[in-house]
């Protein structure tokens, strides 16, 4: 295990009926606030007038910036910092999914930084000082809501990249699994598998001597993978949204991941797939994570043996040898995304019908992910079109 700084000091309010604390939360750190929301779901679902009446009533002065989008842009960043420099704006407070938190975040550092805040996306080194941040989630899928990392898009130069702070943090996250109870069932499935996702990019790791992580990450993997279908078939189960929501919390929060050496793999290439299409992130990583396993288990036999570990701990999968029990355990990760959450799992369901812009885009995620150096398995822009290429066709073997 490597040596590692864990500094998550989020103030987690977890469960029903818990808004009326927010007034107080927020007035530790001003009394005026930039609301930050995304396309209007909130006010479908009277969270927005709940939000609203609570901060008139203690007296908040409100300015609003909405309709930020699935995988933020820029624009919206820019806005929201000229905003809180208009109206001196002393916290944020973001009511939404990872869009609308992770758009919050670079917004709260740009107000500090004299230039482009794309700058702050390019360049984490320039992320300095930030104003504080309180989230209420919407949507359990990307863990924004207990880290420091943001993910912003700049669809003038077809670009998606993650950025970081130590003061991108949230101060307080409000985590009530009934707001979660009218996200529709495609985002619920996609929003598991961006949670699963993420557990993935940090269970397979050549880091030796990280049982706690790998034991903490299984246990997570099998809470979504149990829970997810249940939420599916049952959109109000408080239970099982309550567990796909603290997983989703959990799976990012720096305790799966630190103590580890090396990068990450699948999410580099989804960036460039939604930095070029748009299409949801979620999904994106579905369809490339078995493309992905199977080229690593294809590729080099020194895989086999944590993917056999993967799918004896989480899939129950009894065969003995190593490499059958990897390729069991991944035909078992795509059919689970295939069929019990009937997530797309081809880029044509997706809108993507041509190849014309494969290479164009792995050779943006070699570079952008540092693939050739820092996965599990290195890549290559070759291997990365390989992988690309087959999200184009169902899997039948695995």
């Known amino acids: 295990m490597k040596n590692f700084r864990l500094y998550i000091p989020t103030d987690i309010h977890f469960g029903n ?16 606030v930039l609301l930050t929301y995304g396309g209007g779901s909130i006010k479908r679902t009277g969270l927005y007038d709940k939000i609203s009446d609570l901060l008139d009533e203690a007296g908040f002065e409100v300015t609003e910036l909405s309709g930020i989008a699935p995988n933020p842009k820029i624009d919206s960043v820019r ?8 109206n001196d704006i002393e916290v944020i407070l973001a009511v939404g999914g990872g869009s609308v938190i992770d758009a919050s975040k670079v917004i709260a550092g740009g107000v500090y930084y004299e230039g482009d805040p794309w700058d702050l996306v ?84 050549r880091t030796k001597g990280t049982d706690v992580q790998d034991n903490i990450a299984e246990g997570l993997m099998k809470a979504v993978i149990k829970n997810c279908p249940v939420a599916l078939e049952n959109p109000e189960d408080y239970n099982a949204r309550a567990n796909l929501m603290w997983s989703s919390t959990l799976a990012l929060n720096g305790i799966p991941g630190n103590g580890r050496s090396g990068g990450w793999t699948c999410h580099p290439i989804e960036h460039e797939l939604s930095a070029y299409y748009d299409i949801t992130h979620g999904v994106g990583l579905a369809i490339l994570t078995p493309r992905w396993m199977k080229f690593c288990v294809d590729t080099d036999p020194t895989t086999h043996e944590k993917f056999a570990t993967y799918a004896r701990n989480v899939w129950d999968v009894q065969e ?16 689970y995304f295939k069929k019990t959450t009937s997530v797309p799992m081809t880029l044509p369901e997706v809108g993507i019908a041509d190849t014309k812009l494969v290479h164009e885009m792995s050779e943006h995620a070699v570079k952008n992910g540092h693939l050739g150096i820092a996965p599990f398995v290195p890549l290559e822009v070759s291997d990365v079109e390989k992988i690309i290429n087959e999200c184009f066709t169902d899997m039948t073997e695995f």
């Open 17 to 32: 009926d818990r808004l009326d604390e927010l007034p107080e939360i927020l007035a530790e750190y001003g009394k005026k």
């Open 79 to 86: 806005k929201g910092v000229a905003l809180i420099r208009e």
């Open 122 to 205: 390019l360049d984490n080194k320039k992320m300095g000082q930030a104003i504080p941040i309180v989230d209420v989630l919407t949507l359990a899928a990307t863990g924004t809501e207990m880290n420091r990392n943001a993910v912003i898009s700049n669809p003038e130069t077809n670009e998606k990249l993650g950025t970081s702070g130590w003061n991108l943090i949230p101060k307080a996250s409000f985590l009530d699994p009934v707001n979660t109870f009218s996200v529709p069932k495609n985002q619920t499935a996609a929003g598991s598998a961006d949670i699963l996702s993420h557990l993935f990019e940090q269970y397979f790791n």
């Open 320 to 335: 003995k040898d190593n490499e059958k029990a990897a390729h069991i355990g991944i035909e078992k990760t795509y059919h």
